[in-house]
């Protein structure tokens, strides 16, 4: 069994990291595919350090980039971020759509994972991907990954997270319906839980939740409802922004009511008194597309830094 007794996430998402920015962030690329924008134009010299990794899952040759900070993992445990790309894109191209490796290289304080989708995408339970149709376990895959690092280097069971974008953040929301006991923390970025997962949505144990919506997402509606997928096939009907928090604060069995306060054009809605201590925040972004938020790396690792959690048990 998993208890975890996570501090609350707003006071520290409040101090601006996303606000400094997040109101601009609104370069969508109209589609669900994955906007491809912030990273391309990175020196080598940003991805230095990051290595190739491979494993074998559901039959299928996979692989995934990997940075372990030099010699920090063998000295203390450190946090595990898993960051899923946006369908259409690639594992090496999100290495540079946040400033989180940025901030992994200079403060020496993540390790990061950044698996690769089949044919660019990924199967989040109810779509209609390549990789649903290939039927891709990447649930599994993430199962495996963690596994493979865990076994590798020290890694603190406290600071486990998965965030994704669009088909990516699809996915992030399945994971913490089916790995909750391996996760401490969601962070979906424009990709709703979808009604169907919604429906068969039940964490064997309570894990935080972090969304980030924005409003003016013309890919993945923050109001909800269907969307078009990648190769204009229709993608899961989806959540609205604030029905999807809600849900999520009722998986987790949160008795408080939400509280709200707004900064730089974000909107944090904060459920609190959930089970085992978990909090559930949304991020509304006003005004913003479909895109990787400026300012997201910091507001995550600070969040990351804040967790409090205490595992009895590892089953």
């Known amino acids: 069994m998993v208890r975890r007794s996570a ?168 994971l913490g319906c089916t790995l909750s006991r391996q996760l401490t923390l969601i962070a979906p970025v424009e990709g709703q839980l979808p009604v169907a997962s919604s429906a068969r949505c039940h964490p064997p144990e309570p894990v935080a939740v972090f969304e980030v919506h924005g409003t003016a997402d013309k890919s993945i509606p923050y109001s909800g409802g269907g969307f078009i997928g990648i190769g204009g096939v229709p993608g899961p009907t989806v959540l609205s922004a604030p029905d999807s928090a809600r849900r999520w604060a009722t998986l987790d069995h949160c008795s408080a009511p939400p509280r709200s306060a707004g900064s730089g054009g974000v909107v944090f809605t904060t459920y609190a008194r959930c089970t085992d201590g978990v909090t559930v925040t949304l991020a509304t972004v006003e005004h913003g597309g479909h895109a990787w938020p400026t300012g997201f790396g910091p507001t995550l690792a600070n969040t990351i830094a804040a967790l409090r959690t205490t595992r009895t048990a590892i089953p």
Request: charged fraction near 15%; charge should be positive.
């Open 7 to 174: 501090a609350a996430l707003a006071a520290l998402v409040l101090t601006g990291a996303i606000a400094a920015g997040c109101g601009s962030a609104s370069g969508s690329s109209g589609t669900s595919t994955g906007p491809r924008g912030s990273g391309r134009g990175r020196s080598a010299r940003a991805t230095q350090g990051v290595q190739s990794v491979t494993l074998r899952s559901g039959g299928r040759r996979r692989t995934y980039l990997l940075y372990v900070p030099p010699g920090d993992s063998r000295t203390h445990p450190l946090p595990l971020v898993l960051l899923f790309h946006g369908a259409g894109d690639t594992a090496s191209h999100a290495v540079g759509e946040t400033d989180l490796l940025g901030i992994a290289q200079r403060r020496h304080n993540m390790i990061l994972a950044f698996p690769q989708g089949y044919d660019n995408t990924w199967n989040e339970g109810v779509g209609s991907t390549p990789a649903a149709r290939a039927g891709v376990n990447d649930v599994a895959f993430t199962a495996a990954i963690l596994r493979q690092i865990e076994a590798r280097y020290w890694i603190d069971p406290h600071r486990v997270v998965a965030t994704g974008l669009s088909n990516g953040a699809l996915l992030t929301e399945w």
